[in-house]
């Protein structure tokens, strides 16, 4: 195996190690955001900001989740494409 290959291999996987880690902790967040507000009701002119912020940290974790979902795709296309060269040469 080439080194530019498992270079590229060790960057996807730390990549997606990444990625997956953004993923946890932005799922948190929105989760602590949402428990700490969930028995509040909030005065009119924080309803609007509170309705913001929750936006804000739901766009975060879709985000987070598009590149998780990216990083696991470009991992597994390396790992195929690595099989079809060994497959080829034997």
Known sequence: MSTAYISLVSEAELALAAAAQRLAKSRQILKDFLAEHADQVPAPELRESWERERDVLETEVDEAQRVFRKCQEDLAELK??????????R
Request: overall charge positive; glycine content about 0%; some cysteine.
């Open 80 to 89: 195929e494409t690595r099989c079809r060269i060994i497959s080829r040469l």
